[in-house]
């Protein structure tokens, strides 16, 4: 079971990105979904949540700006990032809750750096 994130890159703010986190390998369902991110030297912050029936959830700072969505028949989840901050900047790792052969248990991606910056 793995968790696959692309979507990374550079941007000038002000512009956008799409994030996408494909989940692969044995799994019977996936509950939670959602992005986190991280900058070196501080401690990894959520930022977006998406549950099994499609309610989202925003840290205060993403909200009116990045949109989470998730296409449950691809085992995919999407962070649609607008009007994107040099504070945005990070590495973003996905995660997700997935009930496997062995049980239920959160999972991660391996990260994709986003850089905003002129």
């Known amino acids: 079971v793995q968790l696959q994130a692309s979507g990374g890159g550079l941007v000038q703010p002000g512009g956008s990105l799409r994030l996408s986190c494909a989940a692969s390998?044995?799994?019977?369902?996936?509950?939670?979904m959602g992005w986190y991110r991280q900058v070196p030297g501080k401690q990894r912050e959520w930022v977006a949540s998406?549950?099994?029936?499609?309610?989202?959830n925003y840290v205060d700072s993403a909200k009116g700006r990045f949109t989470i969505s998730r296409d449950n028949a691809k085992n995919t989840v999407y962070l649609q990032m607008n009007s994107l901050k040099p504070e945005d900047t990070a590495v973003y790792y996905c995660?997700?809750?997935?009930?496997?052969?062995?049980?239920?248990?959160?999972?991660w991606g391996q990260g994709t750096l986003v850089t905003v910056s002129s």
């Open positions: 998406i549950t099994s029936g499609g309610s989202p």
């Open positions: 995660n997700a809750y997935l009930y496997v052969p062995t049980g239920t248990s959160d999972y």
């Open positions: 390998g044995s799994i019977f369902s996936i509950n939670r």
